[in-house]
DNA sequence: AGCAAATTTCGTAGCGCTGCGATGCAAGCC
DNA sequence: GGCTTGCATCGCAGCGCTACGAAATTTGCT
């Protein structure tokens, strides 16, 4: 029983590591010390190593790699959107802890749609990946449900207060919306509204909208005005919210918006309409977004811990790294937010 | 000779398609058959592997799959950064169109350096990309080389007029400028400026502002004065230069910018000196970003097609899927941009 | 020098899946 | 009936790499 016909299969690489420890005079196991953990090979081996690498321009197989050391240099981070300078920031900057040890980020966004995320997910674990980001603490039954029955790591980001399912990293929105109002009363606004962008899906604007009305129940104000739109926040949308609060009985004084871009299409409003803020209407922002500092008037605003998540979630993947269980109970960490003050309010 | 210590490996699947198989009493080939191409499966055996997929949980392993089949249902996209709407818009469009194929999306962000990109470009190929994305066509001599030896795709996205490696798609960033020019020239201006951002490492910006200058020249007027800064855009670095240029002798009547946020911060400055726009001055951005339809005034600006970019490299790495050959020859795609305009020209 | 300990190198057995050809079996044809 | 044809299913040999333990080599110590 010979081989009739050699199978021949499709290669996936040019040049391999057997090749590269054959050029080199070595086996392919230490050519994958080598790779892995330069300090455990010789010098004269090493350089022999690498010269080989250079001359043949092996590039090494992360999916031949990851199969046999079961788990890939990949983080996934699954996020509603990207088109968002709040989530840009936090994977930027989680792209540059992860960076320089290797890691490749697996992007995946769910434009605020559960299913889709769940099916993100289902994807994501397909990967192997070393760490699962994703945002929210609130997920569907399913994903939950693949979430709590993988060994990785997961990372639940840009939220805080609820009960997370391995670790949360984040704020509290609530106490964003609280803060946001409690400034707005200190300067003795009393007749306040809320302006918010995609209120039903977004939990995380909600939170800061319920933080905003709880903190005027507490302060004896009127329950401000809330006002919604199904849109993405835009410039455009902040305009035409505030517009028509403005046109409800009882003069506003104050308002709070859910984004920095609300908050500057807001202010446009004003500037068309002679609207002087910060006299006759305070603005308060969230988000410091690139433009906030620098508008007219510069924009009072909430900042969060964009960056500062993306730090602390690669840190703490990099600590998890070699750690096979995850940690005895699930844990958050609170990066808090800052109020800016600038010349809205 | 027999096994002392029988090697125990760590897992990386808590179900693996063999367990799959044999709950369903049929071969693990039949179950892999039926996961990739179910119509080949008669139906009563689908429907009790499916039966099987989902009581068990079993998610499939892409790792082990892309190492058997020589390559995997990853697209890597390299960007210069993603904190801008620019290329997040394009992402977004992309990731939209590869998702329901079961693409997940590598990302790498170079931040305008290059010898970061081949770093990413190496980590890419790693990962034996179906498909790799990469913005413009100027590489560093290591990344083309890398990008020349492989069999993989390759896309060169958001410009036109080199030469690609495989395939371009995108547009003529001189034939933007000139087009900004054409247009104050058209509504009267003749004392011009641009002001860029990142104008050293971003090559496109550049070519912006050599269009600008070209067609000044072309035009019979006054080479324009051309104002740069190192920063990446923002609203604040176009005040400052916008405030530069008022500075120099000889009254500027028309402005273009290389971004349309540097052109809100022209704007915003225009506003605090009292510079009435477009009367004194007109205001010609790029990009079409969220803001600048209802910004104070809005602003005349040039849409680039962020979006039409990511749809047809979506739609050309499916096209491309099973072809192992590249095309005959390397191919550019043009698609063009639009002049928009509005109040601020 | 002689031996134990530490360090460096190697051989091998998979990781979980897919592609290829083979096999079995029912249907179609002369 | 004997033959081909077509279809559904199966068996097996890897894809390229890493983990593990063992072997080979060097080092340290008396």
Redesign the interface.
């Known amino acids: 029983m010979e081989k009739l016909t050699p199978r021949r299969?499709?290669?996936?690489?040019?040049v391999t590591m057997a090749e590269v420890a054959q050029a080199a005079a070595v086996s392919p196991s230490t050519v994958s010390l080598y790779l892995r953990k330069p300090g455990q090979v010789s010098p004269a081996i090493g350089a022999r190593i690498a010269e080989v690498v250079e001359a043949l321009?092996y590039?090494?197989?992360?999916?031949?790699g990851?199969?046999a050391?079961?788990?890939?240099r990949?983080v996934s981070v699954i996020v509603p959107?990207?088109?968002n300078?709040f989530f840009?920031?936090t994977?930027?900057a989680l792209?540059a802890m992860l960076?320089p040890a290797?890691f490749?980020?697996?992007?995946?966004?769910t434009d605020y749609n559960p299913s889709?995320e769940e099916?993100?997910v289902?994807?994501?674990?397909?990967?192997?990946p070393a760490a699962i980001v994703l945002v929210g603490l609130e997920h569907g039954r399913g994903t939950k449900?693949?979430l709590l029955?993988?060994?990785t790591p997961v990372f639940e980001i840009w939220e805080c207060g609820g009960s997370p399912i391995d670790t949360a990293v984040g704020f509290h929105h609530r106490e964003v919306g609280a803060t946001a109002l409690r400034h707005l009363a200190e300067r003795g606004r009393r007749r306040l509204a809320f302006l918010g962008a995609r209120m039903e899906e977004d939990r995380r604007a909600r939170q800061r909208a319920d933080g905003f009305t709880g903190a005027a129940a507490a302060a004896g104000l009127t329950p401000p005005l809330i006002l919604g739109t199904r849109e993405r926040a835009?410039?455009?949308a902040g305009?035409r919210l505030l517009a028509e609060a403005l046109a409800v009985p009882g003069r506003i004084d104050g308002i709070a918006c859910s984004n920095d871009?609300m908050a500057?299409?807001a202010l446009?409003e004003c500037?068309?309409r002679g609207i002087n803020v910060p006299g006759a209407l305070a603005v308060v922002g969230f988000g410091d977004l690139?433009?906030s500092?620098?508008?007219?008037p510069p924009l009072t605003t909430i900042r969060p811990p964009s960056e500062a998540i993306g730090r602390e979630v690669g840190r703490l993947i990099q600590e998890r790294l070699g750690v096979a269980e995850p940690p005895d109970r699930p844990g958050t960490i609170d990066l808090g937010f800052k109020l800016v003050q600038r010349r809205s309010s």
Chains 1, 2 share one sequence.
């Not at 500092?293 to 007219?296: E, G, I, L």
Request: hydrophobic residues 40%; contains cysteine.
């Open positions: 299969r499709r290669r996936m690489q040019r321009g590039v090494p197989s992360f999916v031949a990851g199969l050391a079961a788990g890939s990949a959107t990207i088109q300078d840009a920031g994977i930027a792209q960076e290797g490749q980020l697996l992007l995946g966004n889709r099916r993100l289902r994807t994501a674990l397909s990967w192997a449900r693949l029955g993988t060994p835009s410039t455009e305009g871009l500057l299409g446009f500037q068309r690139g433009f500092a620098s508008c007219v």
